[in-house]
């Protein structure tokens, strides 16, 4: 695929009276509150496509036909993008597009901060004029940045767990919950095994071939001595194994963490000693789209960046890329919370009201620069994924 520059465009008035948008995401974002609220400022209709991220990502590859909008996560790109499912974005018609902080656009927060390990937004966020994507920027983008956060993991009780060597301690055997989707479980596996001195990766973003049959040897070794108790797909399958008492660490996204907070579960999200497997959400066009359809997708596209979904998805732990926007969103008390890492001055809500955090308790890992600053590695599509993703799905089926 080859990019013609184009001269700037406006952005067009939404047309009302159009079939609606459909959007393919996970449960992430997908989220009704979110759907009503943007159906509610655009005066369109929206349709919320819902799978979990393997699902969602083979159909964005293999079936642009099925959605409009494509809302998933930067790595998945790599096996996205050369299908040729996805059209490149017009920066010129981006209204907010300035306000966008310097993670996604370069990586990191500052000069002064490192680059992490792996896939960072900025690797594919600019599409180049052969088609392919980089970080040198350009008037493109393979999808605009939105939702993204700093995982570590989730523990139920225990104070005294910091480092990621305790998915791995026998204690935990038959209580561990572990992400299905090797792009981002196998890191979880990593970190634990290079806690625990047991492997050390030249490249933990990018493994080997010899390095990813050992790390599969380990992970076998713990398999059969009944370590994992679930490996999900849909975050409501790790919820439900928390809320029967079947797991009590593991791999487990904000948004579900903030699920089970508000049903009186005591978890808490470690940020780990090591350092955290940071991810980034983006917004993609599917490269059907054309006509008054593209001129919803790109108010959509908009919405987002102009904080339309802040207020909800700040409540459910997850950040956004424009800080100003989401700021005139928040109560001062609740910026303060969560982008801030100070101390709750009053009880601190989820999205639907219920309260997750009480007066004085803290989010985990402190403020958004600690916590994006603590990333050692993102969410990436490895080299060999696809002889990864066989051994992988080999072990657990």
């Known amino acids: 695929m080859t990019l013609v520059e184009t001269s700037d465009l406006a952005a067009p008035a939404v047309h009302t009276k159009i079939t609606p948008l459909r959007v393919l995401g996970t449960s992430v974002t ?9 159906e509610a400022d655009l005066g ?18 293999l079936e642009p036909l099925s959605f409009d909008v494509y809302d998933q996560w930067f790595h998945d790109l790599e096996m996205v993008w050369p299908t040729g499912s996805l059209q490149p974005i017009e920066i010129s018609r981006l209204r907010q597009w300035d306000e966008i902080n310097e993670l996604p656009k370069t990586g990191r927060l500052g000069p002064e901060v490192h680059r992490a390990a792996g896939g960072n937004p900025s690797q594919h966020l600019y599409v180049q004029p ?9 008037s493109y ?20 767990i910091t480092s990621w060597s305790a998915m791995l301690d026998p204690e935990h055997a038959g209580r561990v919950l572990l992400h299905a989707d090797p792009a981002i479980g196998a890191f979880d596996i990593l970190l634990a095994l290079q806690a625990k001195g047991e492997m ?29 108790s679930t490996v999900w797909s849909d975050e409501t399958e790790a919820i439900q194994a928390v809320e029967q008492g079947g797991a009590m660490i593991g791999s487990l996204w904000w948004s579900g963490a903030i699920r089970l907070k508000a049903l009186g579960v005591p978890i808490r999200m470690i940020s780990p000693d090591e350092g955290c497997r940071g991810w980034f959400g983006g917004i993609g066009l599917s490269a059907h789209l054309s006509g008054r359809a593209t001129d919803a997708a790109y108010e959509f596209i908009n919405w987002w960046l102009e904080g339309g979904p802040g207020e909800i998805l700040s409540r459910n732990g997850a950040y956004l890329a424009n800080h100003s926007a989401v700021r005139a969103k928040l109560s001062p008390e609740e910026w303060d919370f969560w982008y801030g890492g100070k101390p709750a001055r009053s009880a601190i809500r989820d999205a639907d009201g219920r309260e997750v955090y009480a007066q004085g308790e803290c989010r985990e890992g402190g403020s958004y620069a600690e916590r994006m600053g603590r990333v050692v590695v993102w969410n990436s599509v490895m080299t060999e994924h696809n002889y990864l993703l066989r051994r992988w799905e080999d072990l657990f089926r």
């Open 141 to 160: 983008l393979s999808m605009i940045p939105t939702v993204h956060n700093a995982d570590g993991f989730a523990v139920l009780g225990d104070d005294n």
């Open 44 to 61: 369109i209709a929206l349709e919320f496509i819902t799978l979990d991220g393997a699902a969602a990502q083979r159909r964005g590859a």
């Open 130 to 138: 052969d088609g392919r994507l980089g970080n040198t920027p350009t």
């Open 200 to 228: 050390r990766a030249a490249n933990i973003a990018d493994l080997t071939l010899a390095e990813v049959d050992s790390m599969i040897d380990h992970l076998a070794r713990y398999h059969r001595n009944g370590q994992f």
């Open 30 to 38: 997908q989220v009704p509150a979110v759907r009503e609220a943007a």
